[in-house]
């Protein structure tokens, strides 16, 4: 074989190596699951993860989470928000949900207009207006699930009834004389 040849086979060697590579790149792996969508069951679930659920069972319903950390937290989108957060037995305790594909199960969907007035519709005077230590204002309703106090808070874009409910977080309540969903 002469030198030429020996070239020729090398670069077509490397070429192939590049695209081999490029190839493996595309391919799906074995990265963790995605939720961008999904029906919210005010202080109950989202997307069909409820509270109280094990990680051993969510993990089984979804995938694996896109993000994970030691304390508990678990991310399963990258474009939207759906964050589930662990108590110490590694039951779900809390989750956080944003995105336009996300809908109350009576069709109240997130980033749609008039959500604070579908809100006071649906839940009159339970749903109540708190502000945060931070200043922040959201709508609030709290309740009692399989005997556990829960809560459901909306944070809008405004809190007139034309705003749009950006952000929902459904959790369990800390032990009394907490205050529940602050």
């Known amino acids: 074989m002469c030198l030429s040849q020996r070239g020729i086979i090398s670069g077509v060697r490397v070429r192939a190596s590049l695209v081999a590579a490029l190839f493996a790149l595309a391919l799906p792996t074995s990265a963790g699951a995605v939720v961008n969508a999904g029906t919210i069951q005010v202080n109950r679930s989202a997307a069909g993860v409820h509270l109280g659920m094990t990680r051993t069972t969510v993990v089984s319903k979804l995938g694996p989470p896109i993000f994970q950390n030691g304390n508990g937290y678990m991310q399963y989108s990258e474009n939207n928000i759906f964050d589930l957060y662990l108590n110490r037995a590694r039951r779900v305790r809390m989750l956080g949900v944003s995105g336009p594909n996300f ?11 008039d959500g604070v007035r579908k809100l006071k519709n649906q839940w ?4 109540k207006l708190v502000r945060l230590e931070t200043g922040e204002q959201v709508y609030l309703l709290r ?21 749009k409910i950006i952000m929902v977080f459904i959790g369990r309540c800390p032990p009394l004389p907490a205050v529940c969903g602050l």
């Open 143 to 163: 309740g009692v699930v399989d005997g556990r106090r829960v809560f459901t808070s909306f944070s809008a874009t405004t809190i007139r009834p034309r705003g």
């Open 103 to 113: 809908c109350t199960a009576s069709g109240i969907c997130m980033f749609a207009a």
């Open 124 to 127: 009159g005077t339970r749903l």
